[in-house]
């Protein structure tokens, strides 16, 4: 799955008052229900800036690169462990230009059930 998000000029970055985990860092494990009622322990999202190979930024002019500290944060919602098993970020820019004017948001996702239908996908991404 990817989803992708077209924005406006790039945020201007702001300094760091404290180091953020490395990239390899996981979600705390978060509970689902099944449907029988019983709660089951979720393995933690993983970060997997593996994941970003699946989209042909090159071919289409821009540059991908992970984001580490976005993937983190964003893998660290327990909410997100009961679907997806592993997450990238990316900000995919016009290759070749030093302060690129627009960019896009790149985040794929591996979901913990293949055998998810665009129906689910509508639902799960409108929330």
């Known amino acids: 799955m990817i989803l992708v998000v077209a924005c406006g000029p790039p945020p201007t970055p702001s300094p760091s008052p404290a ?16 449907p029988g009622g019983s ?3 979720v393995t933690a999202v993983t970060a997997e800036p593996s994941l970003l190979a699946v989209v042909p930024a090159a071919a289409a002019g821009l540059r991908l690169d992970y984001d580490p500290d976005t993937t983190a944060s964003v893998a660290a ?3 997100l462990a009961a679907d997806a098993a592993a997450l990238a970020i990316g900000l995919a820019v016009p290759a070749g230009q030093a302060t690129p004017s627009e960019f896009v948001i790149v985040n794929v996702v591996r979901l913990r059930d293949a055998g998810r239908d665009e129906t689910w996908f509508r639902g799960w991404r409108d929330t």
């Open 19 to 34: 180091p953020t985990p490395p990239a390899s860092a996981s979600a705390p494990p978060a509970a689902s229900s099944t």
């Open 39 to 41: 709660h089951t322990a």
């Open 77 to 79: 919602d327990p909410a």
